[in-house]
């Protein structure tokens, strides 16, 4: 597998196996150029339109950036999951300090690993 090495890259891979494992919701992207590179937003919606998940995917640093960390909690406070993807070197670092920020409401995936955390809706 080619490393994905652009926020828009990995969103197209994300997107890809979002649809197939969750056919019943909907997914919308988003994509925002900032100093640091083009941060890209998946919304993750359930059958009656309700926006159920938050999926940043973000380039190089930008989680560390106060505005985004404080986006993530707010999200998270409203009962909206919230996953966000960091380059993968980068991805221990975002675990620790988003963890200390958030505890365990936001979920970090690096890069590589846009394959797993795929199922949304009722367990």
Known sequence: MVPMTTAPDVLKGR???LQSENPSLTFEDD???TEYGERCL???FDSSDNVIALEFIEPEELWQ???AVEE???TAVE???VTVIVPSAEKADAEGALRQDAGDQVRVLGYDEIGSSLRYGPA
């Open 15 to 17: 997107l890809m196996f």
């Open 31 to 33: 994509r925002m150029e």
């Open 42 to 44: 998946i919304r993750v």
């Open 65 to 67: 950036d106060p505005d």
């Open 72 to 74: 993530y909690i707010e």
């Open 79 to 81: 009962g909206i999951e």
